[in-house]
């Protein structure tokens, strides 16, 4: 930076003469890790900066002594800077004045950036952080000229470097005559007019604008080479000065391999692997944007859920490659009775849903079914097989069945069944007197009430077994933690009904703290036994992880029950993580310095799992049991499978398979290296009592 120790936190100086805005703004900056220095008006901040050397100044433009725009006009033209200190230190104004030619202004006189009042502190911090980043390449590119001549000339990024006057080609390095497409030595003293990619993005406009600001960054600026084919790079420009010549350097970075391979990571998470419709993320994501489109208009919305008659016969006297053939070619047809702002969706299996927009009643969406029904109705050609597979819908509709995508969908799953009762190769329109389910699912509603508190919830644990340990054996490294309810006269309740119930009625909270002490406690109790140590996994709630003081709750729960941190691990999905915030990673580098462990759950079936990996403070992800099922029958997903397992070394984190059920998917994970692996081929989740007998036994692989 601008000072000589490199250690010390940026020094930012804050000038403003409302102490209502310094006060704001010094806390902020320094709970961020920032030394801050404050002047009440320009003439003491040109006084301070003399002696105090910031690394970037906050300017007011209105102040009564003197102007931000002559504060900083006078910082930028110091006669005894002759290192230029004083004059590169970035501006960043901050100002109510909202027209563009007090923007102009700013930065005509030498400012970098305009923040408008009121703050947004987050984009004010963003912005902070940026100038401050782009203000140390800066001073960095000063320190050596000899460094940036190699890096120029050895650069994977292309560098196209213009004389700031004249707008001249000066200099540029082999990988950016290539990206242009252009002889490196005939573009030497070219004009700004002979360069297609600057002339098209303003040509002397952007040069100017660099020239004001000093650094300057584009997320993407896209051509057509020679061949027609688009080339996409990211630029970032900055200026120097060259004896007297001002000069800006543009660096362009080709992301084109970058955005294919985003764009092919963000399918696979969002599209269902077989036939390319989006999966059940992606239709949610959908489905909840036409809600909010039809509560904006007093449209409705109506969601079809979709489930193929017999199929299962079909897959299992044919096979699967056939039953694949008949969902691929059932995509098709729905493709083809659809409107372009309808979504097609395929849940698993055989089912598939249509959110579809903009009705204005019921009989919409049953033309729509009807029409669904009769492009069922040929017979499907798979492989030779002539195929006639009917099929049975269930309608639901916003808002009368449901004001959210999860009410919609159960309102359409018990139409749906309504459908299969009434004969199959039909559709049924959802009516709140027709709904066993629903009628169920209000009982179970009022029985939640006070479950905990009776003692009816238990606990059941599955198994989680260590692959690269002794060769051909494989013993328990941990296990997950699975609430079950004991209904008092129903029996165990499938969690997939009771927790939705949970969470609507926001206990999951308070069941979540008894699922951690119990947990502990048992896991405690196991190692007083003198069993061996394995870890205990309990899934976290979005709930409960923002909350419910979740890391009060932790640390409780290993007080009382006495039980080493490094023994509990903490299971977080990506519908918890999805807000990536710094409250989000606040809380997991809370958790993580009391010593316990944290996984991703699910992993892969998210939005943007990747970006998690590199962000958020993991031991290990568990790769979800939708891949793992598919991984023997499927080459794209054994293959994802098999990057999934790489990313994970190369990340240094563990890796747990879920719903390992096959002893083919087995052999598969244990040929691809898979440390952990978790599902009904070893053990089913059992209760505390079997537990022990588990934790002393060993698996002998070579029998399996």
Not at 135 to 142: I, P, S, W
Not at 435 to 461: K, P, Q, T, V
Request: hydrophobic letters at 40%; one cysteine or more.
């Amino acid at each position: 930076m601008s000072r000589e120790d490199n250690s010390a936190p940026p020094r930012i100086l804050v000038v403003d003469d409302n102490p209502a805005n310094l006060g704001v703004l010094v806390d902020h900056l320094e709970h961020h890790g920032y030394e801050v220095l404050v002047a009440l008006g320009g003439l003491e901040a040109l006084d301070r900066v003399a002696y105090a050397r910031p690394d970037l100044i906050l300017l007011d433009v209105m102040m009564p002594d003197l102007d931000g725009f002559e504060t900083c006009r006078r910082l930028k033209s110091r006669e005894n800077d002759t290192d230029g200190c004083i004059r590169d230190i970035p501006v960043i104004f901050m100002t109510a004045l909202t027209d563009v030619d007090s923007k102009v202004a700013a930065f005509a006189a030498g400012g970098v950036d305009c923040v408008g009042k009121p703050f947004q502190i987050e984009e004010l911090m963003a912005r902070v952080r940026t100038h401050l980043a782009l203000r140390r390449t800066q001073m960095d590119l000063h320190e050596s000229e000899v460094r940036h001549r190699r890096l120029f000339e050895t650069a994977g990024d292309g560098i196209l470097v213009l004389d700031c006057d004249d707008g001249t080609v000066v200099d540029l390095n082999l990988q950016c005559s290539q990206l242009l497409g252009r002889d490196a030595a005939a573009m030497r003293g070219a004009g700004l007019n002979d360069i297609p990619v600057l002339h098209a993005q303003g040509g002397r406009a952007i040069v100017d604008a660099l020239r004001a600001a000093g650094q300057m960054k584009w997320d993407e600026w896209s051509w057509q080479d020679a061949d027609g084919a688009p080339v996409c790079v990211e630029v970032l420009a900055t200026t120097y000065r060259s004896k007297d010549r001002l000069l800006a350097q543009y660096t362009f970075r080709d992301i084109r391999a970058r955005k294919d391979a985003e764009a092919r990571v963000r399918h696979m998470a969002l599209h269902d692997a077989l036939t390319g419709l989006p999966n059940r993320t992606l239709l949610m994501d959908r489905l909840t944007q036409a809600i909010a489109q039809a509560r904006r208009d007093h449209s409705q919305v109506g969601l079809l859920l979709l489930d193929l008659d017999h199929f299962k016969h079909i897959n299992d006297s044919l096979g699967h490659f056939i039953g694949d053939g008949l969902l691929e070619q059932v995509s098709q047809r729905l493709r083809g009775v659809l409107r372009e702002v309808d979504t097609p969706a395929r849940l698993g299996g055989d089912e598939f849903v249509i959110a579809a927009c903009g009705l204005t009643g019921p009989a919409d969406a049953e033309a729509l079914a009807q029409r669904i029904l009769e492009a069922m109705e040929p017979a499907f050609k798979v492989d030779g097989y002539d195929l006639r597979v009917g099929a049975s819908i269930g309608i639901s509709l916003y808002p009368s069945d449901g004001d959210n995508p999860s009410a919609l969908l159960q309102a359409a799953d018990t139409a749906m069944y309504q459908a299969k009762k009434k004969g199959r190769g039909t559709y049924r329109l959802f009516t709140r007197d027709l709904s066993m389910a629903a009628e169920r699912w209000h009982a179970l509603s009022n029985d939640l009430h006070g479950a905990c508190e009776r003692g009816e919830f238990i606990l059941h644990y599955q198994p989680q077994y260590r692959l690269d340990g002794i060769p051909n054996q494989a013993c328990v490294s941990g296990m997950e933690a699975l609430l079950r309810w004991r209904h008092p006269t129903e029996g165990l309740i499938e969690p997939g009904l009771f927790i939705p119930l949970l969470e609507e009625h926001g206990r999951m909270v308070e069941t979540g703290r008894w699922v951690l002490r119990t947990a502990c406690a048992q896991n405690a109790a196991w190692q007083a036994q003198g069993l061996p140590k394995a870890r205990v996994a309990v899934n976290l709630s979005a709930q409960q992880f923002y909350r419910g003081d979740i890391v009060r709750a932790v640390r409780e729960a290993l007080d009382e029950s006495g039980l080493a941190p490094q023994w509990l691990e903490l299971e977080l999905t990506e519908s918890l993580t999805l807000d990536d915030t710094e409250v989000t990673l606040k809380i997991m580098h809370e958790l993580k310095a009391m010593g316990v462990k944290l996984s991703l759950d699910d992993f892969g079936t998210g939005w943007s799992s990747l970006a998690y990996l590199k962000r958020f403070p993991l031991d290990r992800i568990k790769i979800d049991r939708s891949f793992v099922r598919d991984i023997i029958n499927d080459a794209s997903t054994a293959a994802i499978v098999k990057n999934i397992l790489d990313l994970a070394r190369l990340l240094h984190l563990d890796c747990v398979a879920e719903g390992v059920e096959t002893h083919e998917q087995l052999r598969y994970l244990r040929e691809s290296h898979c440390p952990e692996i978790q599902g009904f081929l070893f053990s089913r989740p059992i209760d505390a009592e079997g537990i022990p007998a588990v934790l002393s036994g060993q698996v002998q692989l070579a029998a399996a």
